[in-house]
């Protein structure tokens, strides 16, 4: 069996990894022109399913490795004034993070040749003989048995599988940021999380605190390079529904909203990394599932993008790198047929994918400034069973994650 990959985010990787290990060859295509052409290294949540399906799907070699580049997250969630007086306090909570940059160079290592970048999809072919033929806009093609879209929430894959399947926009804009961590800065995350609300912004802090610095070093020692590992403060401000989000002015954004605030919280900001500081829009993608299977799916953003509210995206997408290994395992080793494997991890994934949407709705609105409040969009509204949540492995709103 051969397997080809759209996309090199965290998900599309994991399962990358996972089918190595079970044997089936694998090539990922990415349109970047190389793998740091975009910063992708903001924190995120990881909880107890999103590292299980981690390690399930990398080498056992690489379990501490990963552990040391994960970080704890741990203690009260504090809702705080802008003079940082507390307001309100949420459970304590417990969690790991990990940072995006690193966690996804280590999903890169080994695949050497069978990774490609500057590679944007422009369609597909179904052959006669059940297999699928991906069309590139550099007029070389590939050839495989399945091909998996995990090229995220702007997905070229899922524009051609399902046309209708788009983004909902949520009408949120926030600017996303990272702060080199100091013993002053920290002081302003006791715990699991801070979030600071005035009128109609809100500015939510979570720490990047790496469980072993030396893991970059520990990695080189055993042939994996990672980029350079320094604990950070990351930061995210919710910005009023009519902003325009302009990206390249977006630090002086949050600066201008946050005039008058406390001292601390001006410098975490002011001293800010410029280049990894960007406006963003909240959309979402609603699964629904329109046709029979084929060799063409969907996995991770592509298909159920969630609002960062919810903590819950990565880890959706892990899940689904995990199932689909698990099914594509049993086809190589003969306990079922492949579109069998295909159709039972797009009925699994629609239904707990859809949930975590959701949910990740739902929880938006805990994170609005109390004069903002009030459902973003219908689906905002819809229901949410409590099975359905505990399937996403997260069961409240996290402080730390509006944004992934």
């Known amino acids: 069996m051969h397997v080809i990959v759209v996309g090199a985010g965290i998900g599309g990787l994991c399962l990358a990894q996972g089918l190595r290990r079970a044997g089936i060859?694998?090539?990922?295509?990415?349109?970047?022109?190389?793998?740091?052409?975009?910063?992708?290294?903001?924190?995120?949540?990881?909880?107890?399913?999103?590292?299980?399906?981690?390690?399930?799907?990398?080498?056992?070699?690489?379990?501490?490795?990963?552990?040391g580049t994960m970080g704890d997250l741990s203690g009260a969630r504090s809702v705080l004034d802008p003079r940082l007086n507390l307001i309100d306090e949420w459970p304590p909570a417990q969690g790991s993070a990990a940072d995006r940059h690193v966690l996804r160079h280590l999903l890169l290592t080994g695949l050497g040749e069978r990774l490609h970048t500057g590679k944007r999809l422009t369609g597909y072919r179904n052959r006669p003989d059940g297999t699928v033929e991906a069309l590139f806009a550099d007029g070389t093609t590939a050839t495989g048995d399945l091909l998996v879209g995990a090229d995220g929430i702007n997905s070229a894959v899922r524009?051609?599988?399902?046309?209708?399947?788009?983004?909902?926009?949520?009408?949120?804009?926030?600017?996303?940021?990272?702060?080199?961590?100091?013993?002053?800065?920290?002081?302003?995350?006791?715990?699991?999380?801070?979030?600071?609300?005035?009128?109609?912004?809100?500015?939510?802090?979570?720490?990047?605190?790496?469980?072993?610095?030396?893991?970059?070093?520990?990695?080189?020692?055993?042939?994996?390079?990672l980029p350079p590992i320094a604990d950070y403060v990351r930061w995210v401000m919710l910005l009023p529904p009519d902003h325009p989000g302009d990206a390249a002015g977006a630090q002086e954004t949050v600066l201008d909203r946050i005039e008058g605030w406390h001292a601390d919280v001006r410098a975490l900001i002011a001293r800010a990394d410029k280049d990894n500081t960007t406006s963003l829009a909240i959309r979402v993608v609603h699964p629904v599932r329109r046709r029979p299977p084929g060799p063409v799916t969907l996995l991770g953003d592509a298909v159920h993008a969630?609002?960062?509210?919810?903590?819950?995206?990565?880890?959706?997408a892990l899940r689904d790198a995990d199932l689909l290994r698990r099914n594509l395992t049993?086809?190589?080793?003969?306990?079922?047929?492949?579109?069998?494997?295909?159709?039972?991890?797009?009925?699994?994934?629609?239904?707990?994918?859809?949930a975590a949407v959701r949910y990740s709705v739902a929880a938006?609105?805990?994170?609005?400034?109390?004069?903002?409040?009030?459902?973003?969009?219908?689906?905002?509204?819809?229901?949410?069973?409590?099975?359905?949540?505990?399937?996403?492995?997260?069961?409240?709103?996290?402080?730390?994650?509006?944004?992934?």
């Open 159 to 225: 524009g051609l599988l399902d046309p209708e399947l788009t983004p909902t926009d949520t009408g949120v804009r926030f600017v996303i940021g990272r702060t080199p961590l100091s013993d002053r800065f920290a002081r302003l995350v006791p715990g699991f999380g801070t979030q600071i609300v005035d009128g109609e912004v809100s500015l939510a802090l979570g720490l990047m605190r790496f469980r072993r610095p030396e893991a970059a070093s520990e990695a080189a020692a055993h042939g994996i390079e």
């Open 330 to 354: 049993d086809v190589v080793q003969g306990r079922r047929e492949i579109r069998d494997a295909i159709d039972d991890y797009e009925t699994q994934m629609i239904e707990y994918g859809a």
């Open 25 to 67: 060859t694998v090539d990922v295509y990415e349109k970047d022109p190389g793998i740091t052409a975009r910063f992708q290294g903001h924190r995120i949540g990881i909880d107890a399913g999103g590292e299980a399906a981690l390690r399930a799907c990398l080498p056992e070699r690489w379990h501490d490795l990963l552990d």
């Open 306 to 316: 969630t609002s960062p509210s919810g903590g819950n995206g990565a880890n959706t």
């Open 364 to 404: 938006l609105e805990k994170f609005l400034p109390a004069g903002r409040r009030g459902p973003t969009r219908p689906e905002a509204t819809a229901s949410i069973s409590a099975a359905a949540v505990n399937n996403t492995g997260n069961r409240r709103p996290r402080c730390d994650e509006t944004a992934t």
